[in-house]
C-alpha cells in the first residue's frame, strides 16, 4: 500500500516516516510527483488547510494521501503566526527573528503559545479522516538548540526543560503536536484499516 505524504519538507517526511515506521507501507513525498502543481493553501484554519492538500493530493497521485497544516499559535500575539506560520518572514531564521522581536518586551508568564498539527488523510474514492495534536510550551528569548526545524529552536517545552530543538528526535516525537496526530492516525489505519 503506497501512502503519500503531501509536502516536500524533508523534515516533516522524516519524522512522518520515523513514527510510522511499524506500519507495512511505502511513504511517498511530493519530490516522486515532480509535475504536480502548487497548491494553494487559503483556509481559515490548519484543518482547512491539511484537507485542502490531502484532497488534492490523492486526487492527482491516485493515492492515499496524508496532509499536515502545523503552525505555531502565540497567545501574546493573539494566536499569530498560526496558518501564515511558514510565511510569517521569508527564511526560517527571519521568521525566528521577528517572532522573538515581537515579544521582546513581553514577560515570562504571557509567553504561552502552542503548536498545533492538523492532519488529514484524503483517499481517491473520496473518504476522509482527519484528527488535530497540539503541545503547549513557551516561546524563549533567544534561540537556542540546533535540532528540528522551523520555531523550534524558540519553542521551549517545561517538562522536558528544553526547547525542541534541543530535545533529540524520539523526545520530540513523543510529545510533539505531529507525534500527537501521528499516534491518533497510526491507532485509526490499524483499528479502521483507513488505507484500504
Known sequence: MKLVIATGNK????????????IPIDILSLTHF???????????IFLDNALIKARFTAKFTGHP????????????????PGVLSARYA??????NYKLLKELESVPDHLRTARFVCALALAR????????????????????????????????????LGKTFAELSREEKNSVSHRGKALRAFKKAVLAENLLK
Open 34 to 44: 515532480p509535475g504536480m502543481p502548487e497548491i494553494i493553501e487559503d483556509g481559515a
Open 11 to 22: 523534515g516533516k517526511i522524516s519524522e512522518i516516516r520515523e513514527l510510522l515506521n511499524d
Open 124 to 159: 481517491p474514492d473520496g473518504f476522509e479522516w482527519s484528527t488535530t495534536g497540539t503541545c503547549e510550551g513557551s516561546i524563549t528569548y533567544s534561540v537556542s538548540g540546533d535540532g528540528g526545524f522551523g520555531y523550534d529552536p524558540v519553542f521551549y517545552y517545561q517538562p
Open 65 to 80: 494521501s496524508l496532509a499536515d497544516d502545523s503552525g505555531l499559535e502565540v497567545d501574546a500575539l493573539s494566536g499569530k
Open 90 to 95: 521569508p527564511t526560517t531564521e527571519e521568521r
